[in-house]
């Protein structure tokens, strides 16, 4: 972890948070990462990488971590991710690059695939297929107690994140995020209830990796993370052709809890995902969980590489 260095670059109006290791001459790899994730959640993956002669950057989304949050929280959208990712890669002088993102951070760089497809090599996904960005209509389909739809109601994750410290919150998180069933809530519960304080950690998750999220979550707070991804849903894309050509790479845990969202499982293992992106692979690793890169860097370290070595 000593070789990766820190930076911040000032892009549209903030300063952003860079984590980077790698020579500056090699083949660069950004990593995008979701919630409640934050750059250090892609470390197994940055020294694998470097260690094989790529340059890795992990930038922390404006409103998490060491980045700045944005100037309007309720003006805070997808949207602005992208922009901040082009204006990252500008200001460091990056042409092209491969993108390995999971969780929200995927809808960011699909939308900077299809925008500026040029600047692509390749795209990794972790957990979800690329698919027609639509406002989500599974979230009806889905009981009232469901985490979303939780969340997405103003004030309501406020008040249940707000019993407890930072740490505890993303403790509560990690460890329903790594179960294979959704976390849907009790009408009686809120979704923090759903972990007792006695609940073990993953076993791949440490003490020391929890207090890290939990000193920068006690920086950036919580209130940006939900306006994005959670209250951002309905953002729409003036997109003329949403079919994603670059070749891409999806990784999937077969435990995900995220497989058993409506529909999600069909059109993964359905030819119909491949309408969307026309250059797929597919790979699944048994056991792995929502959090595959850091529960199993092991498995999925090399199916990163294979994919960047096939596509350099």
Known sequence: MDQIVHKFVEVNGVKLHLAEIGNESSPVVVFLHGFPEIWYSWRHQMIAIANAGYRAIAPDWRGYGLSDPPPDTEKFVFSDLVDDLLAILDSLGIDKIFLIAKDFGLRPAFLFTLQYSTRVTGVISLGAPHRPFRPPTFLKQMPEGFYINRW??????????????????????????????????????????????????????????????????????????????????????????????????????????????????????SEMVREFATDLEIEYVPQGTHFLQEQFPDKVNPLILGFLHKHM
Not at 162 to 187: C, H, M, Q, W
Not at 237 to 245: C, E, G, N, Q, S
């Open 152 to 269: 997405r109601e103003p004030g309501r994750a406020e008040a249940d994140f707000g019993r407890f410290d930072a740490k505890t919150v993303v403790r509560n998180i990690y460890i329903l995020f790594s179960r294979s069933e959704i976390p849907i809530a009790d009408e009686s519960q809120e979704i923090m209830d759903i972990v007792g304080p006695s609940t073990p950690l993953p076993p791949w998750f440490t003490e020391e990796d929890l207090s890290v999220y939990g000193a920068l979550y006690e920086k950036s707070g919580f209130l940006n993370p939900l306006k994005v991804p959670y209250r951002s849903l309905d953002e729409v894309y003036d997109i003329a052709d949403d079919v994603i050509k670059n070749p891409m790479l999806l990784i999937t845990g077969e435990k995900d809890y995220f497989l058993k969202f409506p529909g999600m499982k069909d059109l993964i293992k």
